[in-house]
């Protein structure tokens, strides 16, 4: 239910709202959200503030803008963007339970094409860059800084790929997943384990073995869903049929 904001942070706060009622489907495509009159009052907000809200959930790809026809809800799913994902995440346990399987099933795919390029193009340069997260990964002393220390291994990885929408994709989805990762941070595989992995695809990387990188980053990344699944006790959350690297 839509109840009164508060004064600061007017306009996304509005946007917080609606956009959860529109995410969690209690606003259908296709659906006009209330008139400003109405909606201005419902939520105890100037009208100034609100038009401000329906611009950004706009830019969100959420709903559509038009003079005489009000303002009408998009199907996200054909109109969104990759930074939706931060918010459909809050929503896995209601009404977008696939979201994460989805997020970790596109990680392994995304990991293994990045590891393979940076191996083709990078080499000893590439290992270079990874090396300081592998060690950080090896002093770290806590779940959460191993998982923080994993991700930005392959983060340094997709730099290495030489592919700038790569990298602009991973620095979105990098800030999209900061406050998830304490929970992420427990799907990991054991501390051995993800340093042992750090190691080996280094090692791969600097070959320049293109094909033996993007396998043991494949290997990896499918362990890690296949342990959400297990820990969350989520069958349905089992990584689908997916082509080997």
């Known amino acids: ?66 003079q005489g026809d009000g303002t009408r809800v998009q199907n996200f799913m054909e109109t969104g963007g990759i930074e939706l994902v931060q918010h459909l995440l809050p929503l896995a346990s209601g009404s977008h339970p696939e979201i994460i399987r989805d997020l970790l099933e596109f990680r392994r795919l995304f990991g293994r094409e990045v590891a393979r390029l940076a191996a083709y193009r990078g080499g000893k340069d590439a290992a270079a860059k990874l090396r300081p997260m592998a060690d950080r990964a090896e002093r770290a002393a806590s779940a959460l800084d191993l998982f923080e220390a994993d991700f930005e291994l392959y983060v340094a990885l997709t730099q290495a790929s030489g592919n700038q929408v790569m990298v602009l994709l991973i620095n979105t989805v990098r800030e999209g997943l900061r406050s998830f990762t304490p929970l992420l941070s427990n799907l990991a595989a054991s501390p051995d384990g993800v340093r042992k992995h750090h190691r080996e695809l280094i090692a791969a990387v600097e070959a320049k073995n293109a094909e033996l990188a993007a396998r043991l980053a494949d290997e990896y990344l499918k362990g890690g869903a296949e342990l959400a699944a297990r820990l969350g006790g989520r069958p349905e959350l089992a990584p689908l049929p997916m082509p080997g690297a």
């Open 1 to 66: 239910m839509l109840k009164p904001v508060e004064k600061q942070r007017v306009a996304e706060e509005i946007v917080e709202q609606l956009r959860s009622l529109i995410l969690t489907g209690q606003y259908a495509p296709g659906d006009k959200l209330p008139p400003e009159r109405e909606l201005s009052k419902r939520l105890g907000v100037n009208r100034a503030s609100l038009r401000e809200a329906h611009k950004k959930l706009e830019h969100l790809g959420l709903v559509r803008i038009r």
